[in-house]
């Protein structure tokens, strides 16, 4: 079976979970507390030296960590992996913009609002939302004329997005003014096997 | 041929250029001045409207953007790019920590300390500073067992990741202490077609 290190709130392992669930591939989580520093035990350094989550070990204890290389390589040869060129480039694409140009806007604003220490991050705060309407403005223009991030087809690229973007209220970002991304939303949310991000925890050791 | 829209220190653009060299497949350099804001133009945000460099026009006027997901379509059914699923997911986990874990730090660092207004990013220079010597001490870890990032072999991993460390000490990170990243930039140096950053604008318009 597969062992997910993840964290209760994390997007990131979400997106891992959520895959795992749509191919139907059994997982264990293991909830990996990183504000209580459970990411830099040696232990845990051991598995993955960058000391975040997550973490996938294989059935086969291949240790994997970054979520959206994760992605890709279970994603191989299946309907959520395009082959042709012009579409797996696309996810390629997506993926990438996701972790610079997305989660450290969307995600850091929303994990800092909700730190015990939070009043300390306030100019933060202020400082990365520039780039987190500018990144819900660019998804909502990409999405005005298609159903999903690359192709035609629900793919990783939009398990990726949908993570940290449905969950970006909290975050201070609103979607009110974002409509083919909340259409978007909906669509992703309606996949056969989806799973919520607070349903990640069920499969908990 | 191909057009690369590029700026003439970016690290990311270089990834680009020194892939497509290696690959034999000749480009026209634009520059693309960045300071001037010429990535913000009507013209450039209708080729890429997330408004960055590296941007890559193929001979088939495909328009791609994001300088890691271009590494890996490129060099898809090359020798830089293996298809061994256990290979092929480290030179995912690898472009995505580059993206996520080096870049910010040591390649945003070197662009803040050659900006005209340098003096106003000392605070968030020295913010950054740990975050590069972190993945420069990872780096050199993974690297004292291993000749290349993923599996045996010089990869577009190798490349995503010499781009700017090659050039951290420009972004005040001297390498002394890091004798495996060292040595694996001078096997990067030495393959074969091997291109410097300066040497991209060679192939100017």
Redesign the interface.
Known sequence: MYQLYDYITSGNGYKVALLLHQLNLPFRYHETDILAGATQTPDFLALN??GKIPVLVTPEK?V??????IL??LA?GTAYLPVA??A??EV??W???E???H??YIATSRFWLHHPDAARFQEKIAERRPGGLKALK?MD??LAARAYFAGDTYSVADIALYAYTHKADEGGFVLDDYPHVQAWLARVANQPRHLTIEEKTKFRD
Request: no cysteine; proline share 10%; hydrophobic share 40%.
């Open positions: 030296p960058n291949a994997l960590w970054e979520s959206n290389a890709l390589h191989e060129p012009a797996r480039f390629y694409r993926l990438f913009w972790q610079y140009s989660e450290p660019l223009d990409h």
